[in-house]
């Protein structure tokens, strides 16, 4: 089975701070995505990324940054935390850019992020 | 906005009975996926059914769409208080690979 793995299930960080947050995946999945979910407005994406240092914005990028230097790590960034951006963030993979649309998305258990 | 929409948004049945969740959209798409998430976790593929089908199974599940009312609905049958979870749906549209999200539908199955 194909595991996503968030480094914190948890975080706790103050205004303005550099962010880190983490993901990996075990099935040498070539795509890999960030999501924040809040509640009313379901998943929306960030960042996605079909190959190691490609990145394309999603829907909501302001105020966050990506990094993927090996295929199975995917980084995401929070720049200058805001309170705004304390959500759930959602790391998922999925085998690769061909056909995208009909492969299934393979999710880790997030990690939920409080900003003060 | 091109996000989806369910409905109900909650639903709170006896164990035993069957879920209806359904999904709207205004796109045209390329297929549309079902995803459950229970409380605190990620979400979990659970069906695909694609533009040119109009109904499918999967052990409890049965997915229907209708391109001409751009909707899909899920049903489970003789649900389990395992069921309890939040159901959403995700599509594509053509040219892309993002995937849209619904709203969710929040269902409690009472044992």
């Known amino acids: 089975d194909v595991k996503v793995t968030q480094s914190s299930r948890y975080l706790v960080k103050r205004t303005g701070e550099k962010v880190f947050l983490e993901c990996v995946q075990d099935?040498?999945?070539?795509?890999m995505f960030w999501y924040r979910q809040d509640p009313g407005l379901g998943l929306r994406l960030i960042y996605f990324?079909?190959?190691?240092?490609?990145?394309e914005k999603g829907d909501i990028p302001e105020g966050y940054s990506v990094s993927r230097e090996k295929k199975e790590r995917f980084s995401l960034i929070l720049e200058s935390a805001s309170t705004n951006q304390t959500s759930m963030y959602l790391c998922?993979?999925?085998?690769?850019?061909?056909?995208?649309?009909?492969?299934?998305?393979?999710f880790g258990d997030g990690t939920r992020l409080s900003i003060l | 906005s091109q996000q989806g929409e369910e409905d109900p948004q909650a639903l709170s049945i006896q164990e035993g009975e069957n879920a209806t969740m359904n999904c709207s959209y205004k796109?045209?798409?390329?297929?549309l996926q079902w995803y459950r998430q229970n409380s605190g976790r990620g979400l979990v593929h659970l069906i695909l059914?694609?533009?040119?089908?109009r109904e499918k199974h999967s052990g409890r599940l049965r997915v229907t769409l209708d391109t001409s009312k751009k909707s899909s609905s899920l049903l489970i049958t003789a649900s389990r208080a395992a069921d309890t979870a939040s159901y959403f749906c995700?599509?594509?549209?053509?040219?892309?690979?993002?995937?849209?999200f619904g709203t969710g539908t929040r269902l409690k199955v009472l044992a």
């Open positions: 998922a993979s999925s085998v690769d850019r061909w056909n995208v649309s009909y492969q299934p998305q393979h």
């Open positions: 099935m040498d999945h070539e795509n």
């Open positions: 990324s079909y190959d190691v240092k490609m990145k």
């Open positions: 796109t045209s798409i390329n297929n």
């Open positions: 059914i694609r533009s040119n089908e």
């Open positions: 995700a599509y594509t549209t053509s040219g892309t690979y993002k995937y849209i």
